[in-house]
């Protein structure tokens, strides 16, 4: 890691040294307290033996303190803490929903919606005590470093997973011969063969996660905090593959803490939820953040009787009745996914109920692409992400165009999520199924948070945080937003950036899908009225991206900061999100926009029905995988031959797109067609003919795109142009005689005049067969 950089300025840490151990699991067990407005309770992770370490494994000692010593400068972390026996600090009421899945030959209880039957099981943690003392964590024993901010960490240890009963399954091919080693050897070998399972003993796994979850522990280890990282010790331990792979960690959030809001709903209640903070879940759990981690995790989670729970989980969780009027809540997810997309909102939500409506699919087969029982074959290749239980692969939801969906809201807002948002939804799905096929996720929640959300809508697996803000004012801003982050299911989550800093590939992509969703969504509009929807929206964005281009720092513009050192890591897996708390950058739109436009200039020159299909193929390539920006473009060359007869080469697009600040210059003939485009509008107000003139440049553009702006100005009789078009007419003779004839025939004395003016002053100078013509028109 780069020494010079400043963590505490502007650019976001990722500490996790992932090269050396992997998390695979995580499972939570927290009591959501709003009184002391505090998450307590532990979280259990499982890990793998990172890659760094493989490949070094000879060496591995030596790397792992060498990069320790190198990045240990970053963390200032406080003194270790040294395990003491007396643990009543962290004593919590541990219980845990269990599932009626313990092996293959059990048969699955959940129902056609992804729900679970949750049954309570009592369990408590027991501790030993730890005879090392903090003399014995010389310079020679490995770190594990997780990210953590604003936790306060009560008690860490090592998870007694080889107590398990039943847990011999896992035990059989392991090879132990040194006494002194085998229980630490053994607890590692049941982790490896345990996240080591196929995919279609998903629901083994995640109860074998459980049964050991809350297995006792077997000794504390040393740990110390820093203001971005836990680090964590065994003494004597010196490699990454003699660590715990297994490890608890006790702790409790701090009310301050950035990762969620304390605050009251619409209707005065009082709720917390992930908001999409900048430092994104490290100070809700201590997890691995940078987007390597791919992990699955589970969660219980409980709140007083009233609060409902939602999650980021697969399956719809029913509240389970605990003793002391609590109601328990779990979620899992079997689909690896980064720590930060792990989401949860607690409140008093309502949900929102269908009563006589009955939700239309549209029936608009203008805008789709080639049906889905056309032959794509590229569809049948085997997924290239690490194995999971992919929907892709399930032909019994491939034709699923509308998943299972919830709204729930404040109460005093449940009828309008009725009348104006529940009705949008399934239309808003089915166009996305329409265009990129298979839904990523089983099902769907759409949330309407507190008033203090910062943005218009988030979206998470599973799960969309909606602002109350789109539910006013009929449905356009409802169902453009709502399809925004339907689009994140794709491209976000389901295909993420291999590096944060390139955000464009799930803002960008978004925006894009926004308008082509929108228009299958809308059943009512022709194919002229989506194209000039289409067209107008483009200029505003256009207008808002120039305005933030000008007012904006230069190094916040550029959609690949890194440049081609983008997704490198360092040796330990650490990294820094470039500007990633940069205050201002929360709230710009670059990424969005300037991406948006990148991808609506490659989607014109291939033709919208055939880069559509290149983004349905891209998706079936790499979805479940962490991508850079070249993967989609050289995918897109490669598979689109028109765009590389166009000239577009990838190192082209990162120069004048990716890697450079301010706007790419439309060239002339982008600029006409976009003209022509608006000149078949009926109708365009003076203030959006101001804005597009300012927008361009018009006046300082060729002739041929200042014929079509002069075109415009009397189509739409904008009196501040009628300078421009009388300079046309004397600068421009020889393309300006048509400007003439419009200016009579919309029999407007002022446009009349203006054609009679202009021609006497230019008539002397002007050939005489054009002066003969113009003449006829004038009288």
Same mark, same amino acid.
């Given at each position: 890691?780069?020494?010079?950089?400043?963590?505490?300025?502007?650019?976001?840490?990722?500490?996790?040294?992932?090269?050396?151990?992997?998390?695979?699991?995580?499972?939570?067990?927290?009591?959501?307290?709003?009184?002391?407005?505090?998450?307590?309770?532990?979280?259990?992770?499982?890990?793998?033996?990172?890659?760094?370490?493989?490949?070094?494994?000879?060496?591995?000692?030596?790397?792992?303190?060498?990069?320790?010593?190198?990045?240990?400068?970053?963390?200032?972390?406080?003194?270790?803490?040294?395990?003491?026996?007396?643990?009543?600090?962290?004593?919590?009421?541990?219980?845990?929903?269990?599932?009626?899945?313990?092996?293959?030959?059990?048969?699955?209880?959940?129902?056609?919606?992804?729900?679970?039957?949750?049954?309570?099981?009592?369990?408590?943690?027991?501790?030993?005590?730890?005879?090392?003392?903090?003399?014995?964590?010389?310079?020679?024993?490995?770190?594990?470093?997780?990210?953590?901010?604003?936790?306060?960490?009560?008690?860490?240890?090592?998870?007694?997973?080889?107590?398990?009963?039943?847990?011999?399954?896992?035990?059989?091919?392991?090879?132990?011969?040194?006494?002194?080693?085998?229980?630490?050897?053994?607890?590692?070998?049941?982790?490896?063969?345990?996240?080591?399972?196929?995919?279609?003993?998903?629901?083994?796994?995640?109860?074998?996660?459980?049964?050991?979850?809350?297995?006792?522990?077997?000794?504390?280890?040393?740990?110390?905090?820093?203001?971005?990282?836990?680090?964590?010790?065994?003494?004597?331990?010196?490699?990454?593959?003699?660590?715990?792979?297994?490890?608890?960690?006790?702790?409790?959030?701090?009310?301050?803490?950035?990762?969620?809001?304390?605050?009251?709903?619409?209707?005065?209640?009082?709720?917390?939820?992930?908001?999409?903070?900048?430092?994104?879940?490290?100070?809700?759990?201590?997890?691995?953040?940078?987007?390597?981690?791919?992990?699955?995790?589970?969660?219980?989670?409980?709140?007083?009787?009233?609060?409902?729970?939602?999650?980021?989980?697969?399956?719809?969780?029913?509240?389970?009745?605990?003793?002391?009027?609590?109601?328990?809540?779990?979620?899992?997810?079997?689909?690896?996914?980064?720590?930060?997309?792990?989401?949860?909102?607690?409140?008093?939500?309502?949900?929102?109920?269908?009563?006589?409506?009955?939700?239309?699919?549209?029936?608009?087969?203008?805008?789709?692409?080639?049906?889905?029982?056309?032959?794509?074959?590229?569809?049948?290749?085997?997924?290239?992400?690490?194995?999971?239980?992919?929907?892709?692969?399930?032909?019994?939801?491939?034709?699923?165009?509308?998943?299972?969906?919830?709204?729930?809201?404040?109460?005093?807002?449940?009828?309008?999520?009725?009348?104006?948002?529940?009705?949008?939804?399934?239309?808003?799905?089915?166009?996305?199924?329409?265009?990129?096929?298979?839904?990523?996720?089983?099902?769907?929640?759409?949330?309407?948070?507190?008033?203090?959300?910062?943005?218009?809508?988030?979206?998470?697996?599973?799960?969309?945080?909606?602002?109350?803000?789109?539910?006013?004012?009929?449905?356009?801003?409802?169902?453009?937003?709502?399809?925004?982050?339907?689009?994140?299911?794709?491209?976000?989550?389901?295909?993420?950036?291999?590096?944060?800093?390139?955000?464009?590939?799930?803002?960008?992509?978004?925006?894009?899908?926004?308008?082509?969703?929108?228009?299958?969504?809308?059943?009512?509009?022709?194919?002229?009225?989506?194209?000039?929807?289409?067209?107008?929206?483009?200029?505003?964005?256009?207008?808002?991206?120039?305005?933030?281009?000008?007012?904006?720092?230069?190094?916040?513009?550029?959609?690949?900061?890194?440049?081609?050192?983008?997704?490198? =890591?360092? !040796?330990?897996?650490?990294?820094?999100? /470039?500007? %990633? *708390?940069?205050? #201002?950058? &929360? @709230?710009?739109?670059?990424?969005?926009?300037?991406?948006?436009?990148?991808?609506?200039?490659?989607?014109?020159?291939?033709?919208?029905?055939?880069?559509?299909?290149?983004?349905?193929?891209?998706?079936?390539?790499?979805?479940?995988?962490?991508?850079?920006?070249?993967?989609?473009?050289?995918? =897109?060359? !490669?598979?689109?031959?028109?765009?590389? /007869?166009? %000239? *577009?080469?990838? #190192?082209? &697009? @990162?120069?004048?797109?990716?890697?450079?600040?301010?706007?790419?210059?439309?060239?002339?003939?982008?600029?006409?067609?976009?003209?022509?485009?608006?000149?078949?509008?009926?109708?365009?107000?003076?203030?959006?003919?101001?804005?597009?003139?300012?927008?361009?440049?018009?006046?300082?553009?060729?002739?041929?795109?200042?014929?079509?702006?002069?075109?415009?100005?009397?189509?739409?009789?904008?009196?501040?142009?009628?300078?421009?078009?009388?300079?046309?007419?004397?600068?421009?003779?020889?393309?300006?005689?048509?400007?003439?004839?419009?200016?009579?025939?919309?029999?407007?004395?002022?446009?009349?005049?203006?054609?009679?003016?202009?021609?006497?002053?230019?008539?002397?100078?002007?050939?005489?067969?054009?002066?003969?013509?113009?003449?006829?028109?004038?009288?």
């Amino acid at each position: 890691m780069d020494p010079q950089l400043d963590p505490m300025k502007d650019d976001l840490p990722l500490m996790a040294n992932t090269s050396y151990m992997l998390v695979k699991h995580y499972v939570l067990d927290l009591d959501v307290d709003f009184k002391s407005k505090v998450i307590e309770g532990s979280i259990v992770l499982f890990f793998e033996t990172g890659s760094q370490h493989r490949k070094n494994s000879s060496t591995g000692r030596e790397c792992c303190q060498s990069e320790f010593d190198q990045s240990h400068k970053m963390r200032a972390s406080e003194p270790y803490h040294v395990p003491v026996t007396n643990v009543s600090a962290c004593s919590s009421k541990m219980e845990y929903n269990g599932f009626a899945v313990s092996g293959e030959g059990e048969e699955d209880t959940s129902d056609e919606n992804g729900n679970h039957s949750n049954s309570e099981q009592a369990s408590g943690i027991s501790s030993s005590e730890d005879c090392c003392d903090r003399e014995n964590h010389g310079n020679q024993d490995f770190v594990l470093v997780l990210d953590c901010c604003d936790l306060s960490v009560l008690k860490v240890e090592e998870v007694d997973v080889a107590a398990v009963s039943g847990i011999e399954q896992f035990t059989r091919p392991a090879k132990l011969t040194d006494v002194s080693k085998e229980l630490g050897n053994l607890r590692n070998h049941i982790v490896h063969e345990l996240v080591a399972l196929p995919a279609k003993r998903w629901e083994e796994q995640l109860c074998c996660f459980t049964h050991c979850s809350q297995a006792p522990g077997c000794g504390e280890l040393p740990f110390a905090t820093g203001p971005w990282s836990l680090e964590i010790r065994k003494p004597g331990i010196g490699t990454p593959a003699d660590f715990p792979h297994a490890i608890r960690i006790w702790y409790k959030t701090n009310p301050g803490g950035r990762s969620v809001a304390w605050t009251t709903d619409q209707s005065g209640r009082p709720c917390v939820y992930t908001m999409g903070s900048p430092i994104n879940n490290r100070a809700l759990f201590p997890c691995q953040e940078p987007p390597i981690a791919l992990s699955t995790w589970q969660a219980s989670v409980r709140a007083a009787a009233g609060f409902v729970v939602l999650m980021s989980g697969e399956n719809s969780a029913e509240p389970v009745q605990l003793p002391e009027d609590i109601l328990s809540w779990y979620y899992y997810v079997s689909m690896p996914m980064p720590a930060s997309t792990f989401t949860i909102a607690v409140g008093c939500w309502q949900e929102v109920k269908q009563q006589s409506f009955t939700a239309a699919i549209p029936t608009n087969t203008e805008f789709s692409l080639p049906s889905v029982q056309a032959d794509f074959s590229w569809h049948e290749a085997m997924c290239g992400h690490v194995g999971y239980p992919c929907r892709f692969q399930n032909p019994a939801v491939s034709w699923q165009a509308v998943i299972p969906h919830r709204v729930f809201s404040p109460c005093c807002l449940v009828e309008l999520c009725e009348e104006r948002l529940l009705p949008l939804i399934p239309q808003c799905l089915s166009a996305a199924f329409s265009t990129l096929g298979t839904h990523p996720f089983s099902r769907l929640d759409v949330l309407i948070v507190p008033s203090n959300f910062s943005s218009l809508g988030m979206a998470s697996p599973h799960i969309i945080f909606l602002s109350q803000s789109v539910l006013p004012g009929g449905s356009h801003l409802c169902g453009t937003r709502l399809c925004h982050e339907i689009a994140h299911a794709w491209f976000g989550l389901a295909i993420g950036a291999r590096d944060w800093t390139e955000e464009w590939i799930s803002e960008g992509f978004a925006t894009f899908l926004e308008d082509v969703f929108w228009a299958r969504a809308q059943q009512q509009l022709s194919h002229e009225e989506v194209k000039g929807q289409q067209e107008l929206k483009a200029l505003l964005r256009w207008h808002r991206l120039r305005d933030e281009v000008q007012n904006s720092e230069e190094e916040l513009q550029v959609l690949r900061p890194n440049k081609e050192s983008t997704g490198e =890591l360092s !040796e330990s897996g650490a990294s820094v999100v /470039k500007y %990633g *708390l940069k205050a #201002e950058k &929360i @709230f710009m739109q670059v990424h969005y926009l300037k991406g948006y436009f990148l991808l609506r200039s490659l989607a014109r020159t291939a033709g919208e029905a055939s880069f559509l299909l290149s983004l349905r193929k891209f998706v079936c390539k790499f979805h479940g995988q962490l991508v850079l920006s070249q993967d989609f473009l050289c995918m =897109l060359l !490669e598979d689109i031959p028109k765009q590389r /007869k166009s %000239g *577009l080469t990838v #190192e082209s &697009i @990162f120069q004048n797109w990716l890697d450079t600040s301010g706007i790419p210059k439309l060239l002339p003939d982008q600029l006409v067609l976009l003209l022509e485009f608006l000149l078949e509008e009926k109708t365009l107000c003076p203030r959006t003919l101001q804005c597009l003139e300012r927008t361009y440049q018009l006046r300082e553009q060729d002739a041929e795109v200042r014929h079509r702006w002069c075109e415009l100005v009397i189509k739409h009789k904008y009196v501040p142009g009628y300078g421009d078009v009388e300079r046309f007419l004397r600068e421009d003779q020889a393309m300006g005689v048509y400007l003439y004839g419009e200016l009579m025939v919309n029999e407007d004395a002022k446009q009349q005049e203006l054609a009679r003016k202009s021609f006497a002053s230019a008539q002397e100078h002007m050939d005489v067969s054009s002066a003969k013509v113009v003449a006829e028109m004038l009288f």
